[in-house]
């Protein structure tokens, strides 16, 4: 049973448009009943990795039905050759042996995303018992940002009182340079586009239009500059995307405090699009809303990649993982 009504209308969509999602992460409880909640719901095929027999035997004593899933471990898998050959072949220039690769291809997140890359599955979602960095590296060597040396970035659904906010980037880019921090807004613009909220984007900072001086405040308007010129090229200029920076989070979000602070800025008092100056910012603020301010938090979903993997946190629950599935099917129709 799916609480929040914003997650239950991602699981209509993914119905209606059928992916196949790979979780690497078979070993846990929440990843099983997620898997049982995503199947009864009709939402998408999943297949897991793992024990074949201790999962199925979690089905079977908690009375959930295995029909549409498939259970497959790695090690016994007729397609482990298959995978090992392609992760050596990809990564063979960036000194990768044979016998390195034939390991790798073992580690569960390796497996997965080898998965998506020969086209037997659409998305990932592991990271319930992974590190980011764990679950978001293979991505990276092997699905590879979509943009040629583009980044790749990520964003958090935020929900208050189940008004969706795209936050970003609170998972990956640790402190990006004025190039990342433009690429980290269109990226969300077009995220917040695909998953139906309104593209206002605004750029965050400690300072409004100028109030206050630092080289930090310089590199958000750098950045602001960098995005507001993208947006008028043929890739963005019909999207309907806005964005305005710098602005502190007030002015971005409350309409009183932005006719003060940012009269006639099309996104102030609107925003709902929030781009971090860096990860300390955005990381330390989604925590802080999920734990005191009654958000509900869905990411890090990664964004700009070729293909969606995505990350859990480690404290997640079953509902959580049912979201980050949803919304991985969604960003798959792409
Ligand atoms: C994401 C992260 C793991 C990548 O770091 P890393 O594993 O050390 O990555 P490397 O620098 O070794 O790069 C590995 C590959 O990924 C690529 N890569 C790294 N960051 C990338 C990005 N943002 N976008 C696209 N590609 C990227 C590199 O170019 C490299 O490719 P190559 O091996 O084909 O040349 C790192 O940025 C990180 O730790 N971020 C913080 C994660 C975190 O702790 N978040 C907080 C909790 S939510």
Redesign the pocket.
Known sequence: MVKSKYITSLLAKAKQNLKTIVLPEGEDVRVLEAAHIITEEGAAKIIILGNVQEMKAHFAANGWSTDGIEFIKPEESPRLNEYTELLYELRKE?GLTKEDAAKLALNYNYFGTLMIKSGHADGMVSGANH???DT??PA??IIK?AKKGG???SFFIMLSNDTPYIFSD?????NPTDEELAGIALNAAQTAILFGIEPNVAMLSFSTKGSAKSDEVDKVKRATQIALEALKTDEYKDLGIRLDGELQADAALDAVVAAKKAPGSEVAGKARVLIFPN?EAG?ICYKLLQRLGGCEAYG?ILQGLNAPVN?LSRGCFAEDIVGAIAITCLQATK
């Open positions: 960036k590190s980011t960095a978001v590296r990276l060597q940002a980044s790749a970035s609170c998972g990956v880019i640790i990860l990381n890090p990350d």
